[in-house]
C-alpha cells in the first residue's frame, strides 16, 4: 500500500477552478493543468528536465487509501459528496469509480499505481475556467532546484458529448510569494481515450536565494461546457541537483553479484556535482530494497569501506546537500543505488561408495542445498564409457538431482565426480564410488507326480559367488512362497509357468528362471450300485470312472462282505455274490497312468426277497373326469427298500396309461388324469400296483375307482365398451357338451343375476362356472375392456366487443381426440380446441370431443357481446387497490388494438396493445403529477377513439 502522509514540516495549498459544471470542478481542473504543465515541461521537453539527480519527495499527495469513500480535501471550495459520480461543481474521494452518466465516463478499477484499495480524486468540473488548486510550500532551500509533478486521467469517453466532448488543458505554475513566477507549463489539450489512461505531468525549478516558500498554481485553461471532466493522483513535489553518482571502485558499477566465499570488501566513491559551495556527503543503506533509508554513522566521506559476511542484499546511496543542510529532505539530493547480492555458496551431499547389482536400477539421490536455485548448474565426470543420465526430480530447502541408470553394469564400476554451481559461479565438488556386483544364475527341478490340487515337489538350485540367501517362488498370481524346496498346491489340471529368482549373500537376484509345470487330472472313481434281492443270482458292478489315459489306469475293488474278508476284483466291471441280506460297504481305487491316485466308497444294500404292495388314493367328494387322481405309495420289504414301482391306471392291459419310479419311496404320490369324457355319465376304471425289491423278487394290488362326467363350458370374447355405457346382461358362456346343470358370472362390476355395469374405465376379468348335478365343474374366463371418457371443460365464459374476438380457453384430455364446436357460426376453426370467437349476439357454444376409440364428452362455454368500447376518464393510483390503473376493459378481444396516452407536453407516457396490463399512472418508476392526460385508442380497420383520463391522487 502506498503512503499517504504529508510531511510535517511541509505545507501545500491548492486553488482549485475548473471550467465544466461548477467552481469545484474548474479548480480540481485547473490543478490537473498545472500538475500536466509542470510534468510535461519536465517530461516531456527534454531541454528542461532536471538533468541532475533528484531527492526524497518533499511532498507527496497519494490521497490515502480505504472503502469508499475518502475524507475529504480542505484546499478546495468544490463540493464534497460521498457517493460515485459526482454532479457539476462536485468532487469525490474514490478507489474506483464505475460507469458514471449512462457510462459517457470511464470505469476506473483502481488509483494510478494499481493498488484497488488507494485512494485518487474525482472531480465534475465547474463551467468557468481559472485558478482551482493554489498551495503555499514552506520549508524549501534556496538556490535550490525541485521538480513538481502530478498523474491525471481524462475520464471522459470518445462516445461522449456526441463525440465532442471539450478536452481539459491545463496549466503548472510555480511563484514566490511576492507573486515572482519561477516556472510554467501548459499540458495543451488532454486527449481522450477509449479506455483510462493515467498520464504524468509537471515542471521543474529553482528557488532564489534566501527563498524558503512557493506557491503552487494550477489552472484550468479550456472553456466551458459538456467535458473537461478529470481524475488526479499522486501530487510529488522534489529537490533537483546536480548529478551525483556513487559506483563500486574498480567494478566502475552500481550493481554486483558475488560468492559467499568468507569476508568480502568493497570500497564505493561518491562524485559530487561542482555546482556546491560548501559540498555535504552523507552514505545511507536500506534493509527493505530501497523503501526507507537510514544514514550510516561517521559515512560522510566521499569514500565508503564496506565488507560483510552473510548472503543478501544490500542497498547503498550517497547523499548531498550545501553545508548545513544534509539533513533536511528538502534541500538535499540522492545518487542512484549501489546494490550488491552475496549469494550462499551450494551445497552437495555425497556418499562414499554405493554397490549395486547387475541388471538392476542404478540410482543415486544428490541433495543440493542452494539459496537461489535461479542459474543452477550441475555436472558429473565417471570412468571411460559410462553412460549414465542425470536429471532433476524435485525440490526441498534446495534442490534434488538423481543419477541414475535401468540396468546397471559392471563397467559402471568406479569413481564419479559431481561439480554443482550456482548462477553467480559459485561451485562445489563432491565424489562417489559406485561398484557393480555380478548376479547370480537359478535352476529349479520338479521331484514325483504333479496331481491336481495336491502339494508339488519343487527344488530350486543354482550358483553364486556368494552363496544364496534367499529362493523367491512365484506362480499364477502367487508370489509369497520361499525356500530351497516347496511343495505347494498348484491347482485343478493344467500346465502351470513356475518361476524362481535366487538372491545371493551380496542382496543380487538373478534372472528368474522359468519351466512349465504339467498338473495331471485326478481319477474320479464312481460306480453304479445294483438294485438286487437276496434271491437274485449275483451283483454286477458297473464301473463308470473317467481319467487321463485310461487305457493304462488301474483299479482294485473291496466288497466288504465280513463273512468274506478278501473279497475283492482287479476288473473293471465284476460281479460278486452275497449270501445274505444286509448292507456292504463297497470301495473302488483307481490309479491313472500318471501315477495320480483316487478312490471312493458306496453303501450296497442287498434287499429282503418279500416286497409289499400298498396304496392309497386322495379323498373327495366326487371324482370327475377332469381332475386329478393322487395315489400315496405305502409299499415296503421285509429288509432293505422297494427299488421299483410300476402303476397301471386302467388295468394292466393298458401299457400306454403307466408311471414307472426307479427310486420310489414311502409315502410318495403320483398323479393321473384321465381323459375327461362328456358323456356317459360315469365310468369305472382299475388301478393295479406292482412293487419289486430286486430283479426277481416282486408283489402286486389293485384298487377299482369310479369317475363322473365333467362338463365343458365355452365363454365367448366380449366387445370393449365406452366408461358410462349402459348396463347389459352376460349371456357370452354356455355348457357344450349337454351335460345337466348350473352355469354363474361373476367379477366386478358384475351383479348377482348377471348384469355388468361399465362405470368405470379398466380392464374388468369375468369368470364362468358350470356345475353339474354330481358337483363336477368347469370354468372359462374373460375380459372385458372399458375405455375412459375425454375429459373436456369449454372454459370461463367470455364477453367481446362488437368487431372483436375473443380466444375461448378451452381443454380437453384424452388420446387422439377429435374437437367439434357448435355452432360454428363465429368461429376462426370449429376444429381447434381454442378458437377465437368473434359472435354478433350472445352464443352458447358446445365443445365435444371424441377419443380415437370413438368415446365422447361435451361442455358449454357463453359468449357475451357488447356493442361499443367503454373507456374509463379517471383514476386513482395511491395504492389503496380501488382504480389503481387505468385500464379499457375487454380490450384483450381486440388484440390489434392500441393504447397511448400522452402528457399535456405531448410526450407519451403510456402504450399497450390488447390485453397488456394498465398504466399505474408512472413514468420510468417515477409518479406523475394530478392532472388530465390525452388518451388515443387505435382499433382494428384505423378507427380512432381520443379523450381524456383524469389522474387523480
Given at each position: 500500500?502506498?503512503?499517504?502522509?504529508?510531511?510535517?514540516?511541509?505545507?501545500?495549498?491548492?486553488?482549485?477552478?475548473?471550467?465544466?459544471?461548477?467552481?469545484?470542478?474548474?479548480?480540481?481542473?485547473?490543478?490537473?493543468?498545472?500538475?500536466?504543465?509542470?510534468?510535461?515541461?519536465?517530461?516531456?521537453?527534454?531541454?528542461?528536465?532536471?538533468?541532475?539527480?533528484?531527492?526524497?519527495?518533499?511532498?507527496?499527495?497519494?490521497?490515502?487509501?480505504?472503502?469508499?469513500?475518502?475524507?475529504?480535501?480542505?484546499?478546495?471550495?468544490?463540493?464534497?459528496?460521498?457517493?460515485?459520480?459526482?454532479?457539476?461543481?462536485?468532487?469525490?474521494?474514490?478507489?474506483?469509480?464505475?460507469?458514471?452518466?449512462?457510462?459517457?465516463?470511464?470505469?476506473?478499477?483502481?488509483?494510478?499505481?494499481?493498488?484497488?484499495?488507494?485512494?485518487?480524486?474525482?472531480?465534475?468540473?465547474?463551467?468557468?475556467?481559472?485558478?482551482?488548486?493554489?498551495?503555499?510550500?514552506?520549508?524549501?532551500?534556496?538556490?535550490?532546484?525541485?521538480?513538481?509533478?502530478?498523474?491525471?486521467?481524462?475520464?471522459?469517453?470518445?462516445?461522449?458529448?456526441?463525440?465532442?466532448?471539450?478536452?481539459?488543458?491545463?496549466?503548472?505554475?510555480?511563484?514566490?510569494?511576492?507573486?515572482?513566477?519561477?516556472?510554467?507549463?501548459?499540458?495543451?489539450?488532454?486527449?481522450?481515450?477509449?479506455?483510462?489512461?493515467?498520464?504524468?505531468y509537471g515542471t521543474f525549478f529553482t528557488t532564489p536565494a534566501n527563498v524558503s516558500s512557493v506557491v503552487i498554481r494550477l489552472t484550468n485553461n479550456a472553456p466551458g461546457g459538456c467535458g473537461n471532466d478529470i481524475a488526479l493522483d499522486d501530487i510529488t513535489f522534489r529537490p533537483c541537483g546536480g548529478t551525483i553518482s556513487a559506483i563500486i571502485e574498480g567494478a566502475n558499477t552500481t550493481q554486483m553479484e558475488i560468492c559467499a566465499t568468507g569476508n568480502i570488501a568493497?570500497?564505493?566513491?561518491?562524485?559530487?556535482?561542482?555546482?556546491?559551495?560548501?559540498?555535504?556527503?552523507?552514505?545511507?543503506?536500506?534493509?527493505?530494497?530501497?523503501?526507507?533509508?537510514?544514514?550510516?554513522?561517521?559515512?560522510?566521506?566521499?569514500?565508503?569501506?564496506?565488507?560483510?559476511?552473510?548472503?543478501?542484499?544490500?542497498?547503498?546511496?550517497?547523499?548531498?546537500?550545501?553545508?548545513?543542510?544534509?539533513?533536511?529532505?528538502?534541500?538535499?539530493?540522492?545518487?542512484?543505488?549501489?546494490?550488491?547480492?552475496?549469494?550462499?555458496?551450494?551445497?552437495?551431499?555425497?556418499?562414499?561408495?554405493?554397490?549395486?547389482?547387475?541388471?538392476?536400477?542404478?540410482?543415486?539421490?544428490?541433495?543440493?542445498?542452494?539459496?537461489?536455485?535461479?542459474?543452477?548448474?550441475?555436472?558429473?565426470?565417471?570412468?571411460?564409457?559410462?553412460?549414465?543420465?542425470?536429471?532433476?526430480?524435485?525440490?526441498?530447502?534446495?534442490?534434488?538431482?538423481?543419477?541414475?541408470?535401468?540396468?546397471?553394469?559392471?563397467?559402471?564400476?568406479?569413481?564419479?565426480?559431481?561439480?554443482?554451481?550456482?548462477?553467480?559461479?559459485?561451485?562445489?565438488?563432491?565424489?562417489?564410488?559406485?561398484?557393480?556386483?555380478?548376479?547370480?544364475?537359478?535352476?529349479?527341478?520338479?521331484?514325483?507326480?504333479?496331481?491336481?490340487?495336491?502339494?508339488?515337489?519343487?527344488?530350486?538350485?543354482?550358483?553364486?559367488?556368494?552363496?544364496?540367501?534367499?529362493?523367491?517362488?512365484?506362480?499364477?498370481?502367487?508370489?509369497?512362497?520361499?525356500?530351497?524346496?516347496?511343495?505347494?498346491?498348484?491347482?485343478?489340471?493344467?500346465?502351470?509357468?513356475?518361476?524362481?529368482?535366487?538372491?545371493?549373500?551380496?542382496?543380487?537376484?538373478?534372472?528368474?528362471?522359468?519351466?512349465?509345470?504339467?498338473?495331471?487330472?485326478?481319477?474320479?472313481?464312481?460306480?453304479?450300485?445294483?438294485?438286487?434281492?437276496?434271491?437274485?443270482?449275483?451283483?454286477?458292478?458297473?464301473?463308470?470312472?473317467?481319467?487321463?489315459?485310461?487305457?493304462?489306469?488301474?483299479?482294485q475293488w473291496r466288497f466288504g462282505d465280513a463273512a468274506n474278508p478278501n473279497a475283492g476284483s482287479t476288473e473293471k466291471n465284476p460281479r460278486y455274490r452275497y449270501n445274505a441280506v444286509g448292507n456292504y460297504p463297497v470301495t473302488l481305487s483307481v490309479v491313472s497312468a500318471a501315477g495320480c491316485a483316487a478312490d471312493t466308497t458306496q453303501t450296497f444294500t442287498v434287499n429282503g426277497s418279500k416286497p409289499n404292495a400298498q396304496f392309497t388314493l386322495n379323498t373327495v367328494?366326487?371324482?370327475?373326469?377332469?381332475?386329478?387322481?393322487?395315489?400315496?405309495?405305502?409299499?415296503?420289504?421285509?429288509?432293505?427298500?422297494?427299488?421299483?414301482?410300476?402303476?397301471?391306471?386302467?388295468?394292466?392291459?393298458?401299457?400306454?396309461?403307466?408311471?414307472?419310479?426307479?427310486?420310489?419311496?414311502?409315502?410318495?404320490?403320483?398323479?393321473?388324469?384321465?381323459?375327461?369324457?362328456?358323456?356317459?355319465?360315469?365310468?369305472?376304471?382299475?388301478?393295479?400296483?406292482?412293487?419289486?425289491?430286486?430283479?426277481?423278487?416282486?408283489?402286486?394290488?389293485?384298487?377299482?375307482?369310479?369317475?363322473?362326467?365333467?362338463?365343458?363350458?365355452?365363454?365367448?370374447?366380449?366387445?370393449?365398451?365406452?366408461?358410462?355405457?349402459?348396463?347389459?346382461?352376460?349371456?357370452?358362456?354356455?355348457?357344450?357338451?349337454?351335460?345337466?346343470?348350473?352355469?354363474?358370472?361373476?367379477?366386478?362390476?358384475?351383479?348377482?343375476?348377471?348384469?355388468?355395469?361399465?362405470?368405470?374405465?379398466?380392464?374388468?376379468?369375468?369368470?364362468?362356472?358350470?356345475?353339474?348335478?354330481?358337483?363336477?365343474?368347469?370354468?372359462?374366463?374373460?375380459?372385458?375392456?372399458?375405455?375412459?371418457?375425454?375429459?373436456?371443460?369449454?372454459?370461463?365464459?367470455?364477453?367481446?366487443?362488437?368487431?372483436?374476438?375473443?380466444?375461448?380457453?378451452?381443454?380437453?384430455?384424452?388420446?387422439?381426440?377429435?374437437?367439434?364446436?357448435?355452432?360454428?357460426?363465429?368461429?376462426?376453426?370449429?376444429?381447434?380446441?381454442?378458437?377465437?370467437?368473434?359472435?354478433?349476439?350472445?352464443?352458447?357454444?358446445?365443445?365435444?370431443?371424441?377419443?380415437?376409440?370413438?368415446?365422447?364428452?361435451?361442455?358449454?362455454?357463453?359468449?357475451?357481446?357488447?356493442?361499443?368500447?367503454?373507456?374509463?376518464?379517471?383514476?386513482?393510483?395511491?395504492?389503496?387497490?380501488?382504480?389503481?390503473?387505468?385500464?379499457?376493459?375487454?380490450?384483450?378481444?381486440?388484440?390489434?388494438?392500441?393504447?397511448?396516452?400522452?402528457?399535456?407536453?405531448?410526450?407519451?407516457?403510456?402504450?399497450?396493445?390488447?390485453?397488456?396490463?394498465g398504466w399505474n399512472g408512472k413514468v420510468g418508476g417515477k409518479d406523475q403529477p394530478t392532472g388530465a392526460f390525452v388518451y388515443l385508442l387505435k382499433m382494428k380497420g384505423g378507427k380512432m377513439l381520443r379523450g381524456t383520463v383524469m389522474l387523480v391522487r
Amino acid at each position: 500500500m502506498k503512503k499517504k502522509e504529508m510531511r510535517a514540516k511541509t505545507m501545500v495549498a491548492f486553488r482549485l477552478s475548473l471550467n465544466s459544471k461548477n467552481a469545484f470542478a474548474m479548480q480540481l481542473k485547473l490543478l490537473l493543468l498545472t500538475l500536466t504543465t509542470f510534468w510535461v515541461s519536465l517530461h516531456g521537453l527534454r531541454a528542461q528536465l532536471c538533468t541532475g539527480s533528484l531527492g526524497d519527495p518533499v511532498v507527496n499527495i497519494t490521497f490515502g487509501a480505504g472503502q469508499n469513500p475518502g475524507a475529504p480535501l480542505s484546499s478546495t471550495n468544490y463540493q464534497y459528496v460521498t457517493t460515485d459520480c459526482p454532479n457539476d461543481g462536485q468532487y469525490t474521494i474514490r478507489n474506483n469509480s464505475i460507469a458514471c452518466y449512462g457510462t459517457t465516463w470511464h470505469t476506473i478499477n483502481s488509483d494510478h499505481t494499481g493498488d484497488p484499495n488507494g485512494y485518487f480524486m474525482l472531480v465534475n468540473a465547474s463551467y468557468s475556467p481559472g485558478d482551482f488548486f493554489v498551495q503555499t510550500v514552506n520549508g524549501l532551500c534556496g538556490n535550490t532546484s525541485y521538480e513538481f509533478a502530478a498523474w491525471v486521467a481524462n475520464v471522459q469517453h470518445p462516445v461522449s458529448c456526441n463525440g465532442r466532448a471539450i478536452k481539459p488543458n491545463l496549466s503548472f505554475t510555480i511563484e514566490t510569494t511576492s507573486g515572482t513566477v519561477l516556472a510554467t507549463f501548459t499540458s495543451g489539450d488532454i486527449e481522450l481515450t477509449s479506455s483510462p489512461q493515467w498520464k504524468q505531468y509537471g515542471t521543474f525549478f529553482t528557488t532564489p536565494a534566501n527563498v524558503s516558500s512557493v506557491v503552487i498554481r494550477l489552472t484550468n485553461n479550456a472553456p466551458g461546457g459538456c467535458g473537461n471532466d478529470i481524475a488526479l493522483d499522486d501530487i510529488t513535489f522534489r529537490p533537483c541537483g546536480g548529478t551525483i553518482s556513487a559506483i563500486i571502485e574498480g567494478a566502475n558499477t552500481t550493481q554486483m553479484e558475488i560468492c559467499a566465499t568468507g569476508n568480502i570488501a568493497q570500497k564505493f566513491v561518491a562524485t559530487v556535482p561542482g555546482s556546491y559551495a560548501r559540498p555535504e556527503l552523507q552514505w545511507q543503506q536500506s534493509i527493505n530494497g530501497g523503501q526507507t533509508w537510514t544514514n550510516i554513522a561517521g559515512a560522510k566521506g566521499r569514500e565508503y569501506a564496506w565488507s560483510e559476511t552473510k548472503p543478501g542484499t544490500y542497498y547503498y546511496r550517497a547523499l548531498v546537500a550545501e553545508e548545513g543542510n544534509i539533513n533536511s529532505v528538502s534541500c538535499r539530493i540522492a545518487s542512484k543505488p549501489i546494490i550488491i547480492r552475496i549469494s550462499e555458496a551450494p551445497e552437495v551431499t555425497l556418499a562414499g561408495s554405493v554397490a549395486f547389482c547387475e541388471g538392476l536400477l542404478l540410482q543415486l539421490d544428490i541433495p543440493v542445498k542452494i539459496a537461489d536455485t535461479a542459474g543452477l548448474r550441475l555436472s558429473w565426470t565417471g570412468p571411460p564409457g559410462s553412460d549414465l543420465t542425470l536429471y532433476e526430480i524435485g525440490e526441498s530447502s534446495g534442490r534434488v538431482f538423481r543419477l541414475s541408470k535401468s540396468e546397471a553394469s559392471f563397467a559402471d564400476t568406479g569413481w564419479y565426480n559431481i561439480t554443482v554451481t550456482n548462477g553467480e559461479g559459485c561451485a562445489v565438488t563432491g565424489q562417489v564410488h559406485f561398484y557393480v556386483f555380478k548376479k547370480p544364475v537359478a535352476n529349479l527341478s520338479v521331484q514325483g507326480p504333479a496331481c491336481a490340487d495336491s502339494p508339488v515337489q519343487l527344488v530350486g538350485g543354482g550358483s553364486s559367488n556368494s552363496g544364496f540367501t534367499a529362493f523367491k517362488w512365484k506362480w499364477g498370481t502367487s508370489d509369497s512362497a520361499r525356500g530351497q524346496r516347496i511343495a505347494p498346491v498348484l491347482g485343478p489340471a493344467g500346465n502351470y509357468r513356475v518361476e524362481l529368482v535366487v538372491v545371493d549373500a551380496e542382496g543380487c537376484p538373478s534372472d528368474p528362471v522359468k519351466t512349465d509345470v504339467r498338473v495331471n487330472k485326478r481319477p474320479t472313481p464312481l460306480f453304479a450300485l445294483p438294485e438286487i434281492c437276496l434271491t437274485d443270482a449275483a451283483a454286477q458292478f458297473i464301473n463308470l470312472t473317467e481319467t487321463e489315459g485310461s487305457e493304462t489306469a488301474t483299479y482294485q475293488w473291496r466288497f466288504g462282505d465280513a463273512a468274506n474278508p478278501n473279497a475283492g476284483s482287479t476288473e473293471k466291471n465284476p460281479r460278486y455274490r452275497y449270501n445274505a441280506v444286509g448292507n456292504y460297504p463297497v470301495t473302488l481305487s483307481v490309479v491313472s497312468a500318471a501315477g495320480c491316485a483316487a478312490d471312493t466308497t458306496q453303501t450296497f444294500t442287498v434287499n429282503g426277497s418279500k416286497p409289499n404292495a400298498q396304496f392309497t388314493l386322495n379323498t373327495v367328494a366326487v371324482r370327475c373326469s377332469g381332475d386329478s387322481v393322487v395315489l400315496r405309495n405305502n409299499s415296503s420289504v421285509d429288509f432293505g427298500s422297494v427299488t421299483r414301482l410300476e402303476i397301471f391306471w386302467k388295468g394292466d392291459n393298458d401299457a400306454a396309461a403307466r408311471t414307472i419310479d426307479e427310486k420310489p419311496t414311502a409315502g410318495k404320490e403320483y398323479r393321473f388324469n384321465y381323459t375327461p369324457f362328456v358323456t356317459g355319465g360315469q365310468q369305472k376304471f382299475t388301478i393295479s400296483m406292482v412293487a419289486y425289491s430286486g430283479e426277481s423278487c416282486m408283489h402286486q394290488t389293485v384298487q377299482e375307482i369310479e369317475v363322473q362326467q365333467s362338463p365343458k363350458v365355452v365363454f365367448d370374447a366380449l366387445p370393449a365398451l365406452c366408461q358410462g355405457a349402459p348396463a347389459f346382461l352376460l349371456s357370452s358362456a354356455r355348457e357344450v357338451a349337454g351335460a345337466v346343470g348350473q352355469g354363474r358370472y361373476s367379477g366386478t362390476g358384475v351383479n348377482g343375476q348377471g348384469m355388468f355395469n361399465p362405470a368405470l374405465p379398466g380392464d374388468y376379468p369375468i369368470q364362468y362356472v358350470f356345475t353339474t348335478g354330481a358337483g363336477c365343474t368347469d370354468t372359462a374366463m374373460q375380459t372385458v375392456q372399458v375405455w375412459p371418457l375425454p375429459q373436456v371443460q369449454a372454459g370461463p365464459d367470455k364477453t367481446v366487443v362488437a368487431g372483436g374476438g375473443v380466444t375461448l380457453a378451452a381443454t380437453a384430455l384424452g388420446e387422439g381426440l377429435r374437437i367439434q364446436w357448435s355452432p360454428a357460426n363465429g368461429l376462426s376453426d370449429a376444429t381447434t380446441i381454442q378458437p377465437i370467437a368473434s359472435p354478433e349476439t350472445e352464443t352458447i357454444y358446445t365443445l365435444t370431443a371424441t377419443t380415437n376409440r370413438g368415446c365422447a364428452a361435451a361442455d358449454d362455454v357463453k359468449v357475451f357481446t357488447i356493442p361499443e368500447v367503454y373507456i374509463p376518464n379517471a383514476f386513482t393510483p395511491n395504492g389503496d387497490g380501488i382504480n389503481d390503473t387505468w385500464q379499457v376493459p375487454y380490450l384483450e378481444s381486440m388484440p390489434e388494438a392500441e393504447v397511448r396516452v400522452f402528457n399535456r407536453y405531448g410526450q407519451e407516457v403510456y402504450r399497450a396493445k390488447g390485453a397488456a396490463r394498465g398504466w399505474n399512472g408512472k413514468v420510468g418508476g417515477k409518479d406523475q403529477p394530478t392532472g388530465a392526460f390525452v388518451y388515443l385508442l387505435k382499433m382494428k380497420g384505423g378507427k380512432m377513439l381520443r379523450g381524456t383520463v383524469m389522474l387523480v391522487r
